[in-house]
């Protein structure tokens, strides 16, 4: 089976340890025959541009819409899904990993077209799963990001504000948890979706500025 594999890094949010075990997973299912990397920046995603030129992936830079930091589909996926369609008829399967946002017609063409839709097994699940005939079973732990609900949001808000309050000035021990508090910010910010009330705006607002303080 002739597999193309279409990942988005940035807003799926995928490390290089699981970057990598999603190619030896593949290999093990068919033979990897077009890959296509999106959301890569080449300071952000450093190690990655050291397997991208090994094997000759095709890549895409990261493209942001509206407020920084929002995790959603990167529609040129759909596209160039689409015309690897129509000019690689070799391909049998596709596997797509992607961020948030609806790909059910986009793999609902696909399929119609005969051809074998994959990704990979995460514990959360979003609108697009059913869609899918193989989830791929990785070695190393991988979670898409998911949107929060609004208590969870708030909850975590409360608790970073208040470990934030803690921190002292000086020590290195304060800078490594400062360190750790943005990482944790900037990962509830990858899972903001677009369909928010205005207490979820001013939810994610006040994180955006807790993040700017810490930094």
Request: negative net charge; charged residues 30%.
């Amino acid at each position: 089976m002739q597999i193309a594999l279409l990942i988005d890094i940035d807003n799926a949010k995928v490390s290089l340890p699981v970057f990598n075990n999603i190619l030896e997973q593949i290999q093990k299912v068919g033979k990897l025959a077009y890959c296509k990397v999106y959301g890569f920046n080449e300071r952000k995603h450093m190690k990655f541009d050291e397997v991208i030129e090994k094997y000759g992936f095709d890549s895409a830079p990261t493209m942001r819409y509206k407020k920084r930091a929002k995790s959603q589909l990167d529609t040129r996926m759909i596209i160039d899904a689409v015309n690897l369609y129509h000019t690689k008829h070799f391909i049998d399967a596709y596997c797509i990993i992607a961020g948030e946002g609806d790909l059910v017609p986009l793999l609902a063409f696909l399929r119609a077209g005969g051809k074998t839709l994959l990704t990979v097994k995460t514990e959360s699940e979003d609108g697009n799963d059913h869609m899918y005939d193989q989830k791929i079973e990785l070695d190393v732990h991988y979670n898409k990001p998911t949107k929060l609900s609004k208590k969870e949001l708030s909850d975590r808000l409360r608790n970073i504000s208040e470990r934030s309050s803690a921190l002292s000035d000086d020590d290195s021990t304060a800078l490594q948890q400062r360190q750790e508090l943005v990482n944790e910010i900037e990962d509830i910010l990858a899972s903001k979706g677009d369909d928010l009330d205005e207490e979820e705006e001013d939810l994610y607002n006040s994180l955006e500025d807790l993040l700017t303080i810490l930094r």
